[in-house]
């Protein structure tokens, strides 16, 4: 584009310059505290916090919540989205925009919605208990469920709104022409439909994965205490022990499992084309 | 001694006055940085920082947070001290002393110190700290639902499902498992009993709060019937709709005290001793406990029954209160904590 290179390179140095001073740099001073222990440089840090019970079990749940949450996301995303591609365009403007609006509302008014509905003399308890279903209320808020259902709320409209832009890429006659040919509607979804949107469940996925990871509002008001995350764990350890060291092994083990999740997918995405 | 920071906040102040055409009511020559906690700051200043702007003729610089955030910002600048003085729990407040952060608060220049009930004179010894405020703690309950006449009925099965506990991190936490503690027949300060005692029950208790408006949410939405908590927060309970009451346990109350201290080689001893003597004043005491912001621990204060309801007031209530020693908490915290994970939060 510039006759010269370094026209290019001298236009992209302020922005460069200003995120490696005031990120990177802050970023890598904040991660390098967990490789420290008082004799120097060290990985004890991570080996200590490994070896707490309850560390591993706050690992294992942010992990499986998570994953959960991405894996749940992705079969109602994809179904939602082929929806949507199918309806006629004006339609589909609008019940896009209906998918798109609860992303427009505060993280922290659509969890507290949830503490309402969730709750013992919430909706869904009332539902149960006053059709019979059920004899004494269940107990929904401060457990797993709870989160899980908060995160699915929260990020399910990010894969749909991925899924639902690869679609539109997808050439028009792709299913007619394998539906006309004899596949059955699995065969249409596992070898056409998945590989040609492979790119928007990467980004869709891994958008969804690291936010539930690292969401923090929802779990501390739908899980609290008793359903400690990363996220959560990492805000005690500052907030209450001001315990910096295990708060950064805890972001750089979050950084990891983000990149690991991208990477993964990516692998996942790229094997089945090669096949 | 240099006190660069706060002459380029004065500067900053002084600019802002003259921007807003303000007249320069401060002399402006001097200047009393303090840290408090963030809560009731609106109260606070109309009540005690602007009275005293006028009295002083200096300006008042606010530094509000955490208790963590502050002690740390106080450690950071130990040899150019910023803050002059700050007000903490007790056991924050000890903790600061051993790391001779603070320096002892000259009592003699303290015209209103013989006024303060005996347990705020003195809590850590040397007049490190001198206490202005206390609460009780005590278990709010819903009175149709339950009675709750020991600390150990938390622990009952007509509670299972339905209590709620201070989480260990909390201000709330100790003392209470302390107090569960003493009613199942623990001796001295050893709250592993108690914490076994939670752990055993970890299934019967809906949540550990953190936050006691959090709590007055549980309640008001029914998910809880009783949970221990600081008289501090009995206003969001007793006028929320349902039939509450505050327990008066057989083995008693139990509470915190909070302190004002005075940081070491700060410069400034004068001007602090003089903020502190205003806020213990009798006329200071009294607004702060009738504006439901502070309980008193000047002993002269007089407040209506109303107002008396929502605080921790009276010789008698104070006398009775069994307090967690600061030092205890100080050199326990960390292994209460752990205890807690492992064995709670298993």
């Known amino acids: ?275 | 001694m240099t006190r660069r920071p706060a002459k380029t906040r004065l500067l900053a102040a002084a600019s802002l006055s003259a921007l807003a055409l303000a007249p320069a009511a401060h002399a402006a020559d001097k200047t009393l940085t303090i840290s408090v906690y963030s809560f009731a700051q609106d109260e606070f200043k109309e009540i005690v920082y602007d009275p005293f702007e006028e009295i002083c003729g200096c300006d008042i610089v606010v530094e509000t947070g955490n208790s963590v955030e502050r002690l740390a910002k106080i450690e950071a600048n130990k040899d150019d001290p910023v803050i002059d003085m700050a007000v903490l729990s007790t056991h924050d407040a000890m903790g600061a002393a051993r790391k001779d952060l603070l320096q002892p608060v000259d009592v003699s220049k303290l015209s209103n110190y013989d006024k303060l009930y005996d347990i705020a004179k003195d809590p850590l010894g040397d007049h490190l700290g001198i206490g202005y405020t206390f609460y009780a703690t005590s278990i709010v309950y819903r009175s149709d639902k339950v009675t709750v006449e020991s600390w150990a009925d938390l622990m009952s099965p007509e509670l299972a499902g339905n209590v709620a506990f201070p989480d260990v991190t909390t201000n709330q936490g100790p003392p209470a498992l302390y107090m569960l503690g003493q009613a199942m027949g623990s001796e001295g300060y050893d709250l592993t009993p108690a914490i076994e005692e939670v752990a055993a029950h970890a299934d019967d208790i809906v949540t550990y709060y953190v936050r006691s408006s959090q709590l007055a949410q549980l309640m008001q939405q029914e998910e809880i019937w009783a949970a221990p908590v600081g008289r501090f927060a009995w206003g969001r309970f007793k006028d929320n709709g349902l039939p509450m009451e505050w327990a008066t346990p057989k083995e008693g109350q139990t509470g915190g005290m909070n302190v004002m201290v005075m940081t070491a080689n700060n410069g400034n001893e004068d001007l602090a001793l003089q903020f502190m003597d205003f806020w213990l004043s009798t006329e200071v005491q009294t607004a702060l406990a009738e504006a439901l912001v502070d309980s008193p621990a000047n002993a002269e204060v007089e407040v209506s029954d109303e107002v008396a309801e929502n605080l921790t007031y009276g010789a008698e209530t104070v006398a009775s209160l069994k307090l967690l020693p600061p030092d205890v908490i100080l050199d326990s915290r960390e292994s209460w904590l752990e205890e807690w994970n492992a064995k709670v939060l298993k």
């Not at chain 1, 936010?211 to 959560?232: H, Q």
């Not at chain 1, 060291?245 to 790229?270: D, G, P």
Request: net charge positive; proline share 5%.
């Open chain 1, 1 to 275: 584009m510039f006759e010269d290179k370094r026209t290019g390179l001298a236009l992209a140095l302020p922005a460069a310059v200003f995120a490696a001073a005031l990120f990177l740099l802050p970023v890598g001073i904040l991660l390098s505290e967990g490789f420290r222990n008082a004799d120097g440089w060290s990985l004890a840090p991570y080996v200590e916090f490994f070896a707490s019970g309850r560390n591993r079990v706050v690992f294992l749940r942010t992990l499986k919540l998570a994953a959960l949450v991405a894996g749940v996301s992705a079969v109602i995303g994809y179904a939602t989205a082929f929806a949507i591609v199918s309806l006629p365009p004006a339609s589909r403007g609008r019940v896009f925009a209906l998918v798109t609006l609860p992303l427009m509302i505060s993280p922290v008014a659509r969890t507290y919605a949830w503490l309402v509905i969730l709750g013992r003399t919430g909706f869904v308890n009332q539902m149960l208990v006053g059709s019979g279903l059920l004899d004494t209320p269940l107990r929904l808020l401060f457990t797993e469920t709870a989160v899980f259902i908060g995160l699915l709320q929260l990020f399910l409209p990010l894969m749909i709104i991925s899924l639902v832009s690869a679609m539109e890429n997808m050439p028009r006659d792709a299913v007619p022409a394998a539906r006309v040919l004899g596949a059955n509607w699995f065969q249409v979804f596992a070898r056409v439909i998945l590989p040609l949107t492979r790119e928007g469940l990467v980004v869709g996925g891994t958008l969804v994965f690291t936010g539930s990871m690292t969401a923090y509002i929802t779990p501390a008001i739908l899980g609290g205490a008793k359903v400690l995350m990363l996220e959560t764990l990492l805000y005690q350890r500052v907030t209450v022990a001001n315990d910096f060291a295990s708060a950064s092994v805890i972001a750089m083990i979050l950084m990891v499992m983000a990149f690991s999740a991208n990477l993964l997918l990516k692998r996942l995405a790229t094997a089945r084309r090669a096949r």
